[in-house]
């Protein structure tokens, strides 16, 4: 059975840095394309970052430069390092996977078919 388990959210000022992680259970991590989604209150699931299953790796604008998505094959563990935070990045951060090549796909949520249970991420000013 697949199983996604995300960890190192938390609350930090303006500025700050913080490291999700996303250990991966029950398949063949290499074989999967990897993504970090986040959801705001009132807000829709929006994209934040992804591991294709060939390795390529694609970023929101409103984070490019700032984050980075890399991916432990080894660990079975896909990782969000997040440097100068903001408080609009304050949401749940999930990650989540499916089989295969996404593509341009890469930011639709109902492209994946396996979700973590979330992380939360609180930036204040």
């Known amino acids: 059975q697949v199983q996604l388990v995300e960890s190192g959210g938390g609350s930090v000022q303006a500025g700050g840095s913080l490291r999700l992680s996303c250990a991966v259970f029950?398949?063949?991590?290499?074989?999967?394309?990897m993504g970090w989604f986040r959801q705001a209150p009132g807000k829709e699931r929006e994209g934040v970052a992804a591991?294709?299953?060939?390795?390529?790796?694609s970023y929101a604008d409103s984070v490019k430069g700032r984050f980075t998505v890399s991916q432990d094959n080894a660990k079975n563990t896909l990782y969000l390092q997040m440097n100068s935070l903001k408080p609009e990045d304050t949401a749940m951060y999930y990650c989540?996977?499916?089989?295969?090549?996404?593509?341009?796909?890469?930011?639709?949520?109902?492209?994946?078919?396996?979700w973590g249970q979330g992380t939360q991420v609180t930036v204040s000013s």
């Open positions: 989540a996977a499916d089989w295969g090549t996404l593509g341009v796909r890469w930011g639709h949520p109902y492209e994946y078919n396996y």
């Open positions: 029950g398949y063949s991590y290499s074989t999967y394309s």
């Open positions: 591991i294709d299953s060939d390795g390529s790796t």
